[in-house]
């Protein structure tokens, strides 16, 4: 008998489920390919990670900034990354929600829906979704 790694696969489902619930959409397929949105998506979570765990002591210890360069340029490609994605699927739902004429019941829909009322700009949903 041979086991089932399952470690894949239940990473597929919670990555799946992760996504569907913020930005309501399954970046992998039945089949289990990757959509592109889906491999940029993992690339900025991926890179977003690196960049968390590399933050220098400067950051934290003024006095130390000297000793450890912040690494502003990367981390404002990183955001401008991030913005770009979040951006686009922004305007998928928008579309959606007026040819539709109604919102779906993901994360994104509901600050969308709810960006005229409470007076939110995109860099505050943006910054909620993430």
Known sequence: KKG????THLGAVAFNNTTRL???KRFIDADGKMHPQGL???????NGLKLGASLPWGEYVPWLRWAFPLEEEAIAKHGDRRDRLTRAIMEEHTLARNKSGGAK???VDALLTLQQEYDLSEDTIIGLLW
């Open 105 to 107: 019941q993901h994360f």
């Open 4 to 7: 089932m790694v399952l470690r």
């Open 40 to 46: 940029e998506f993992k690339g900025i979570v991926a």
């Open 22 to 24: 913020v930005f309501g």
